[in-house]
């Protein structure tokens, strides 16, 4: 008779908890990816002849002008339609394929952490509602302008400036002692006034609107089309999503100094 064999025992070392494989903090949500292909699929518009893709940017681009009382002799393509849907289809056009991968890559640390937090639909509200802010701000600066206002700026502005009222806290993908990718995006936040006492959030605040202020300033321009920077929709969107963080957010907030800063 053939004697029973035991079954090999494993002798690889146990590792300390920290010392654990970790997610990458980079691998996208489905809400995130799903954002990203629609934008590049929208951007194949620039395929279509000349008189499509400037059709497309009339009836989708926001344009101040359009919303403007005393408007007699010029018309825009969509009608009064596209007053009410031009507040958000204007964040899913972009100008060239710079002003697209700049977008994405701002969207990959921030917009990532905000997708894992609130999840799919949150996640896609939360960046309409920061793309009307961003309308909004440009509609009150530029009020009788004719030229279309495109990209996703505004609202991924708004992701930088929600990610940033729990980025920083202990555990959070700012922080020196993270988590996981899931585990970084759930810390509790820091309320308003506290992430607005925190050194590191102003420290952010105060080099965001200075690259938005040399943008403004120096009207610098993005890509190969001269497409010039938008930077008071950015504000719109980014004061947005600093404000409105809390009503989207699903992760309650802890009392006290619990959630501490690293």
Not at 102 to 107: A, I, K
Not at 175 to 183: H, L, M, P, V, W
Request: no cysteine; charged share 15%.
């Amino acid at each position: 008779m053939e004697s029973p064999i035991d079954p090999p025992q494993d002798t690889s070392p146990e590792l300390p908890a920290e010392q654990l494989p970790r997610e990458p903090i980079l691998t996208l949500p489905p809400a995130l990816t799903a954002y990203i292909i629609l934008l590049a699929v929208i951007h194949l518009r620039v395929l279509l002849p000349v008189e499509w893709e400037n059709w497309t940017i009339d009836v989708f681009g926001f344009i101040p002008k359009r919303y403007d009382s005393a408007l007699v002799d010029l018309t825009f393509p969509g009608g009064a339609g596209a007053k009410v849907w031009t507040f958000v289809t204007y964040s899913l056009l972009h100008a060239n394929l710079t002003h697209l991968g700049f977008n994405v890559l701002w969207l990959l640390p921030f917009g990532s952490a905000l997708a894992r937090r609130f999840g799919a639909l949150r996640f896609f509200l939360f960046m309409a509602v920061t793309a009307v802010a961003g309308a909004l701000a440009h509609l009150v600066t530029h009020e009788h302008a004719v030229a279309p206002m495109i990209g996703a700026s505004a609202s991924v502005s708004g992701t930088m400036a929600a990610a940033i009222r729990f980025a920083f806290v202990r555990g959070s993908f700012l922080s020196f002692s993270r988590g996981d990718a899931d585990e970084a995006a759930k810390v509790p936040a820091l309320s308003l006034a506290r992430a607005l006492r925190d050194p590191r959030v102003l420290a952010f605040l105060l080099v965001w609107f200075g690259v938005n202020l040399i943008f403004g300033i120096g009207s610098i321009a993005i890509g190969a089309d001269g497409a010039s920077v938008a930077w008071q929709a950015h504000i719109g969107g980014f004061f947005a999503g600093l404000v409105l963080f809390s009503l989207f957010d699903p992760v309650p907030r802890r009392d006290g100094h619990a959630a501490g800063a690293v």
